[in-house]
């Protein structure tokens, strides 16, 4: 699990970092219209790494489950 986030993370940070380097080194000069698109990957990047651990830990879905089960009873239980 610990090497699938890591590699997950090396895969949509690296991309950001080599276009940043080549905008420091002025040899990339679409950078503004790449930038969202590496921002998106570097975002999605939290949003799997709760679908890994979900995916690969038993503990962890677990947990997940009750604390979501919990807040959507506590939730219905509050409306009139």
Do not use: H, Q, W
Not at 33 to 53: G, H, K, Q
């Amino acid at each position: 699990m610990v090497v699938t986030v890591a590699a997950f993370f090396v895969v949509c940070n690296s991309l950001k970092m080599v276009l940043m380097l080549l905008n420091i080194t002025s040899y990339v000069t679409f950078y503004v219209e790449l930038l969202p698109l590496f921002i998106l990957a570097v975002d999605m990047n939290s949003a799997v790494n709760y679908i890994i651990y979900c995916f690969f830990g038993k503990k962890f879905r677990d947990a997940s489950v009750s604390l979501f089960s919990a807040c959507t009873t506590r939730c219905a239980s509050d409306l009139p």
